[in-house]
Nanobody, 122 residues
Framework: VQLQAFGGGLVQAGGSLRLSCAASGRTVSGNDMGWFRQAPGKEREAVAAISRSGTWTWYAESVKGRFTIFRDNAKNLLYLQMNSLKPEDTAVHYC????????????????WGQGTLVTVSS
């Protein structure tokens, strides 16, 4: 399966962006999926994850209450709605898919998109 993330850009602090991730090659309705990010000089970290059915979600403490992950299995799409953005949210954001359930470990994810850059100015 190929994943392509898009929707990043430059936004002022307090603003919003919606990231999308399009899957191709096969359906990802049987995969849990997640969003990860990597800031300059830092390790890649999990931001949010969602189960294949969409009934389970997980968020990093730093984004709880501001970000929402959701998916549309009929369209093979994954989304990350980001509100109240902060300069510390600046990073390349990646979408990924895993065959495991309820995991937010990077090593569990088998398929990765190329990343989309989110830059939040103060």
């Amino acid at each position: 399966v190929q994943l392509q993330a898009f929707g990043g850009g430059l936004v002022q602090a307090g603003g919003s962006l919606r990231l999308s991730c399009a899957a191709s090659g096969r359906t990802v309705s049987g995969n849990d999926m997640g969003w990860f990010r990597q800031a300059p000089g830092k390790e890649r970290e999990a931001v949010a994850a969602i189960s294949r059915s969409g009934t389970w979600t997980w968020y990093a403490e730093s984004v709880k209450g501001r970000f929402t992950i959701f998916r549309d299995n009929a369209k093979n799409l994954l989304y990350l709605q980001m509100n109240s953005l902060k300069p510390e949210d600046t990073a390349v954001h990646y979408c990924a898919a895993t065959a495991e359930s309820y995991s937010v470990k990077l090593g569990s994810y088998d398929y990765w998109g190329q990343g989309t850059l989110v830059t939040v100015s103060s």
